[in-house]
């Protein structure tokens, strides 16, 4: 919840433009994509350190830590490099956005739908 | 305080169909060669009014991607304690998801769906992907979903 706070409460200071946009994904054509070293200059410029740099819905994605240390997570527009979405992933203590258990360390949730709470068998072929 | 106990006792029932008797029940998703990375995929169920009910299976191990599962994140809240223990990984373009577990009986023939909400990295998000209602008679006849998903079937 404080992780909406924060994006809601950065989303509030980015321009009106940004502020209004649809959703946090990005359409730019392909040819209009700035090549990563300027995204990474961008990351430089801004003190962050990058731990993984990838293409997500569109946009350029950097995870890392910002000039204080604090984990973050921030979306680029491919074209223009401005900051569409910029997410603080420490969750105040706790140490990140939270996922799930995975199956084998937890019991299956209590929702009636599992039998006696056996865990699901599973497999990808 | 009777009264309470009786609507304490109705509302469980209703709540956990589980605790009448269940079935071995095998999901089985096979998803097409849209080309992309491992999809993420989440099995739930829904009422006959349609109001979630729960989760069966998350395939995809990171919260934040999510949001993407729309219809799922927004029957949940993106509450991640719903599939605490029922998470695994996204499945790669191509393979096939089977899930086999003992599902409630009560939960055959009355209303209640099976959904499967899907999303790839770079591609279109998929709520929805399948829908089926969950009935003896559909048991072992495969559907195909909207985007990603090539065929679903249960068996039973």
């Not at chain 1, 990563?36 to 410029?45: I, L, P, S, W």
């Not at chain 2, 605490?84 to 191509?94: C, D, E, K, Q």
């Not at chain 2, 055959?108 to 499967?116: E, K, N, R, S, V």
Request: aromatic share 8%.
């Amino acid at each position: 919840m404080n992780n909406t706070l924060t994006v809601f409460a950065l989303a509030a200071l980015l321009p009106i433009g940004a502020a209004l946009a649809d959703d946090d994904d990005c359409s730019v054509p392909r040819n209009q994509w700035q090549p990563r070293e300027a995204a990474m200059q961008v990351a430089e410029q801004n003190g962050w350190t990058v731990r993984d740099f990838e293409i997500d819905d569109g946009c350029y994605e950097i995870e890392g830590r910002d000039s204080s240390g604090r984990k973050i997570e921030v979306k680029l527009d491919p074209a223009t490099l401005q900051v569409i979405e910029m997410e603080y992933e420490d969750d105040d203590d706790r140490g990140g956005a939270r996922n799930p258990a995975p199956a084998g360390t937890a019991q299956p949730p209590e929702n009636g739908l599992f039998e006696n709470g056996a865990s699901p068998q599973v497999q990808v072929k | 305080m009777k009264s309470l106990f009786a609507t304490l006792a109705l509302t469980t029932a209703l709540t956990f169909p589980g605790l009448a008797t269940a079935r071995p029940v095998t999901l089985t998703t096979t998803l097409n060669n849209y080309g992309g990375d491992g999809a993420y995929l989440a099995l739930y169920v829904t009422d006959a009014s349609g109001a979630y009910v729960g989760s069966l299976w998350m395939a995809g191990g990171k919260s934040k991607y999510y949001e993407h599962l729309s219809d799922w994140y927004r029957a949940t809240g993106g509450d991640t304690a719903q599939v605490n223990g029922i998470t695994g990984a996204s499945v790669g373009a191509g393979r096939t998801l089977e899930i086999t577990l003992d599902l409630a009986d009560a939960l055959f023939d009355a209303g209640y769906t099976l959904h499967i909400d899907a999303a790839v990295e770079d591609m279109r998000d998929s709520p929805n992907e399948v829908a089926v209602p969950l009935t003896t008679d559909g048991a072992g006849t495969p559907v195909r979903g909207r985007r990603y998903v090539a065929s679903f079937a249960y068996d039973m």
